[in-house]
């Protein structure tokens, strides 16, 4: 008879006989049982005297029913619970394997393939729970069960019952949800809304535990744990095991990303890729696994020259070397504009490493006269400073490809980064024309910046074109660059369709393997004919070509996943990878957040918005989905405000007019959205206003008859924002979509009736 527990056995004597005790913690005590009714060995696990009282017999047995429910394989059922002298407990059955931690205790460190399969299985029960509405928040090897070597997830009802009761006395006595070596940063601060991206961590932890034997912080104290969680970058597990390649390294970095924004999305997406990154490793025949790849990032050069367009020429010279690395198998290269944001900016080193998680940056001087050109590079050990390699090159100006690329394979000399061959040069030169190449330069920079710098861009792109007609990257620039100048609303998009057409057209032609051509293709296919097919076909070209690119990538979230498919999840799990992929990129992060809210994630866009805002507080889009992030979050009052803010700093643009009467309207004051729709009414006829935006302003007044009139002048001006009302992604959409005109609207374009996709 288990010591002081003769009251529960005598309650329970009718159902169950309790044999030994298994195990004890601060939470509850684990007995072997015996199920009278069904003749069979179980588990029973009884909480503790606090913990039941804080909770309630009533509540524990309501809430406990949401366990039940869940029927998985790789989670460990429950088949009763109660009440009983006073004490709450429930019934499992009785696993006779050992738990992972026991596992881990005897080998510490398991081969890869079984980490691999049973993170998997995890992020499997995860994600099934999670789709119930049950967050676990307490993942770790304790609560995983081996049977037959597979994995059981258990406990989803004390966790649950502990986070329900949370409160002072459980607090004191220690008694809080999650586990502080596995517990997710937001659970860590407190947060009762730790959603299922919580779990993702604390499996991202125990994952990191599997494969390298240890905790992936060690500390003194719980404290000096959790500071560590939140001030750290995730640790990388090849760091503590040799061999392990790359993608498993990212694949838990990002698991284990501070912000629940840079995490997988859902423990699916997790499952997906723990599926994919088993089955590569299955695929490897030798049994070797490919050594770690070294990190580097390259920062901005220095322009030490007067002329304002020299720093152009840097930046571009910079970025250049950038791409030329990226094509070593053997290194990492942090991505542009994450390495950029450092621009002009004194950190040290060891600052810059840790922000970019990298071991070495490339950092350098750049002074152009008419005919000569000096440029200084050096390679730096980020953790001691320590200069690896420097050199210094004094030539013409053509021999700026010469120079990059040198500059690049010396690099991979120092990191012993190999390359196929010796004599193949990592950058080939773009065009003949030097002048045409620096015009390119200063374009992409420009580019960058967004807003109504990419007139400026463009006129830099059209001049490189002009210089080299076959220069198939200006080309490209030439095609994105209206089509996003229509999107944005500075043009009207039949004003510009047969150039950025032609130019796309031109840049395919030339570089059929260069993935801004397919980009600028598929956005003109979209964006000005309205062409699905073309334009979705065009997108996946670009990503297969340049996965890693973040432009592509962020374009086909939007439109190829977002607005063509309607598949809300890829395109926030793309928006998610590239801002993982370039961190310190607001532009990515607002993606990200549009996405997300796309996706009635409102919550995570509201911290991706913030995020990007923080980054990138200049940038008008970030503004725009700030304002949609914080309305669709149901905070109208503060997106009024910043709307105020917005109209004030970029003018009295359209789409802001558009969002501010819609948040009016959602607010139920129609006589303010009126008076914004009557001032892009009057604006209209003094500039040029997006039919879309219009018609989200006229939907906002309650105009209906409006609404179609701005629609059709819409299609009429091809403006590329009439995507998003066709594919019944606009925040107006709902109550139009049995309207006869809107199904008319879909037939001028030869798309179907379809249902909404917005969450």
Request: overall charge negative.
């Amino acid at each position: 008879m288990p010591v002081g527990h003769d009251g529960l056995e005598a309650a329970l004597e009718s159902h169950y006989t309790l044999e030994d005790e298994l195990g004890r913690g601060g939470m509850a005590t684990v007995f072997r049982a015996h199920d009278l009714k069904h003749r069979r060995p179980v588990a029973i696990k009884v909480l503790s005297p606090l913990l039941g009282s804080e909770l309630g017999a009533e509540r524990f047995l309501r809430e406990i029913e949401m366990c039940a429910g869940l029927n998985h394989p790789h989670i460990l059922p429950l088949y009763d619970s109660g009440s009983a002298a006073g004490t709450l407990y429930y019934v499992m059955p009785l696993v006779e394997g050992e738990s992972l931690r026991e596992r881990l205790k005897r080998e510490r460190q398991l081969p890869l393939d079984d980490a691999l399969r049973l993170a998997c299985e995890i992020a499997d029960a995860l994600a099934f729970a999670h789709a119930k509405g049950v967050v676990h928040r307490d993942v770790k090897p304790e609560n995983v069960l081996l049977q037959a070597g597979h994995a059981l997830l258990a406990d989803f009802g004390i966790a649950r019952a502990v986070h329900l009761a949370r409160g002072v006395r459980l607090t004191r006595e220690g008694l809080t949800p999650g586990t502080v070596a596995y517990m997710s940063p937001e659970q860590a601060a407190g947060d009762a809304d730790a959603d299922e991206r919580s779990d993702v961590y604390s499996l991202g932890c125990v994952l990191y535990e599997m494969l390298t034997g240890e905790l992936p912080f060690i500390g003194a104290s719980a404290q000096s744990i959790l500071g560590q969680r939140l001030t750290q970058p995730p640790p990388r597990p090849s760091l503590k095991r040799d061999g392990l390649p790359r993608a498993i390294d990212e694949l838990v970095q990002h698991a284990m990303a501070r912000m629940p924004t840079d995490r997988f999305p859902s423990a699916r997406a997790l499952a997906d890729a723990l599926s994919a990154a088993t089955s590569a490793s299955a695929r490897t025949t030798t049994g070797v696994i490919a050594p770690r790849k070294r990190s580097i990032a390259v920062l901005p050069f220095e322009s030490l020259s007067a002329d304002a367009d020299d720093e152009f020429f840097a930046d571009g010279i910079s970025e250049e070397i950038l791409i030329a690395l990226a094509q070593l198998e053997g290194l990492r290269v942090a991505a542009r504009t994450s390495s950029f944001s450092f621009k002009g900016k004194r950190e040290d080193l060891a600052t810059v490493g840790q922000r970019l998680d990298v071991e070495t940056v490339v950092e350098g001087t750049v002074r152009r006269s008419e005919e000569r050109l000096r440029i200084t590079a050096r390679l730096v050990n980020v953790s001691d400073g320590f200069p690896l390699w420097g050199d210094r090159y004094d030539r013409v100006r053509t021999d700026i490809f010469a120079i990059q690329d040198e500059i690049a394979k010396s690099i991979a000399g120092h990191l012993r980064v190999t390359f196929s061959t010796e004599a193949a040069a990592l950058l080939q030169p773009p065009t003949e024309s030097i002048e045409a190449y620096e015009l390119y330069l200063k374009a992409r920079v420009l580019a960058y910046r967004r807003g109504r710098s990419l007139l400026e861009s463009l006129a830099c792109f059209e001049q490189a074109a002009r210089l080299d007609p076959d220069f198939a990257e200006a080309q490209a620039g030439i095609g994105q660059l209206l089509a996003l100048l229509a999107l944005y609303g500075f043009v009207p998009g039949r004003d510009v369709m047969a150039r950025a057409k032609d130019a796309s057209r031109r840049a395919v032609m030339l570089a059929p393997a260069l993935a801004e051509a397919h980009l600028a293709a598929g956005m003109c296919a979209l964006f000005f004919d309205y062409d699905q097919r073309t334009g979705a076909r065009e997108m996946d070209e670009a990503l297969r070509l340049d996965p890693q690119n973040i432009d592509v990538l962020c374009t086909h979230a939007v439109f190829a996943q977002l607005y063509l498919r309607g598949d809300l999840e890829s395109a926030v799990e793309e928006a998610s990878r590239a801002a993982a992929l370039d961190p310190l990129n607001g532009y990515a992060l607002t993606v990200l957040a549009h996405t997300q809210a796309a996706a009635g994630h409102a919550a995570g866009s509201l911290e991706s918005a913030r995020r990007a805002m923080e980054l990138t507080p200049e940038s008008f889009y970030t503004h725009s989905a700030m304002l949609w992030s914080l309305a669709w979050a149901g905070d109208t009052e503060a997106a009024l405000a910043l709307g105020a803010t917005t109209l004030a700093l970029f003018g009295r643009h359209s789409w802001t007019l558009a969002a501010v009467s819609s948040v009016h309207a959602m607010r139920g004051d129609r006589p303010r959205a009126e008076a914004v729709y009557a001032e892009a009414l009057g604006r209209a006829g003094q500039e040029y206003m997006q039919g879309s935006a219009l018609a989200t302003a006229a939907a906002g007044a309650g105009r209906l008859d409006e609404v179609f009139a701005h629609c059709a002048r819409g299609l009429d001006e091809r403006d590329p924002f009439m995507i998003t009302i066709l594919r019944n992604m606009w925040p107006a959409a709902e109550p139009l979509l049995a309207d006869p005109r809107y199904l008319a609207l879909r037939e001028r374009v030869g798309w179907e009736a379809e249902q909404s996709h917005r969450a």
